[in-house]
Nanobody, 126 residues
């Protein structure tokens, strides 16, 4: 079973940057995509970004497009989320996700992911 370990969360000021990491451990053979979701208090968990395990396909939510960058290191089974120009509304618990997702869709829903990390808190102060 895949285990996801997240790191990099913290407190930053608006306009600042933060880099999240997520390392996948265990049997990752079936994983073909990993992504990031976030959940603010009182809100549903929402999609942030995703990347295919191979290739260069990435997809971002409109709210973070142009500010966040998702990347991967296949040799380390690790993905990253480089967050820049952070806004207070980016404050949330960020979750790493992985799973065998259909090739013919963009896995922008949490329903497509089988494995989840514990979450790392990102707080952006104004």
């Amino acid at each position: 079973q895949v285990q996801l370990v997240e790191s990099g969360g913290g407190l930053v000021q608006a306009g600042g940057s933060l880099r999240l990491s997520c390392a996948a451990h265990g049997g990752t053979f079936s994983v073909n995509a990993m992504g990031w979701f976030r959940q603010a208090p009182g809100k549903e968990r929402e999609f942030v970004a995703t990347i295919r395990w191979s290739g260069s396909n990435t997809y971002y939510s409109d709210s973070v497009k142009g500010r966040f960058t998702i990347s991967r290191d296949n040799t380390k089974n690790t993905i990253y989320l480089q967050m820049t120009s952070l806004k207070p509304e980016d404050t949330a618990v960020y979750y790493c996700a992985a799973g065998p997702t259909p090739d013919f869709i963009t896995p922008d829903s949490r329903l497509y992911y089988r494995y989840w990390g514990q979450g790392t808190q990102v707080t952006v102060s104004s």
